[in-house]
């Protein structure tokens, strides 16, 4: 297994981060764009925290605009803290971003203050930003995690990591 990276004054290890994941408020400002659509801004999103992990940011829909989204009905998965997720696409006038976003619809107790909330794969979209800073996208194409120069992993979906 990879060397957990100490943290700095102001940063978290993904590795503090507990399992089952914990479900965190936030006030940063989220914001998302791609070919020139501000597709969401926030400043009441949620995070889930998972041990190795990047935080996944969850914008209320309210924050989306949604009327660039269209349910893919024929994908969805289950997680076994938050349940059954469905999955959107982005639907621009020159371009559809299959399974970009997803969310759930009905979560368990412990994730209903998330329910119906959309969370975002940074990868394939323009720029994703916390507090206007662009995010990297965790590594591997299942995971949604942003990652912001203040966190530190290693984190899970880098080469290596798939035993974790």
């Not at 999955?87 to 119906?116: K, M, N, Q, S």
């Amino acid at each position: 297994m990879m060397q957990r990276v100490k943290p700095r004054r102001g940063q978290e290890s993904v590795w503090d981060y507990p399992r089952p994941p914990a479900l965190e408020a936030t006030d940063r400002r989220i914001r998302i764009t791609h070919a020139g659509v501000l597709v969401a801004d926030t400043t009441r999103a949620w995070r889930v925290l998972e041990t190795s992990h990047p935080p996944v940011y969850f914008i209320p829909p309210v924050d989306v605009r949604t009327e660039h989204l269209a349910c893919d009905s024929e994908a969805s998965s289950f997680c076994e803290w938050k349940g059954r997720a469905v999955y959107y696409d982005l639907v621009l006038p020159d371009e559809r971003l299959p399974r970009v976003a997803f969310a759930y619809p009905r979560p368990t107790r412990r994730f209903a203050p998330i329910a119906g909330y959309l969370a975002f794969y940074a990868s394939p979209l323009d720029l994703c930003t916390v507090d206007d800073v662009r995010v990297t996208p965790q590594p591997g194409s299942f995971y949604a995690g942003w990652i912001t120069d203040d966190v530190v992993g290693p984190f899970k979906g880098e080469p290596g990591t798939m035993g974790w």
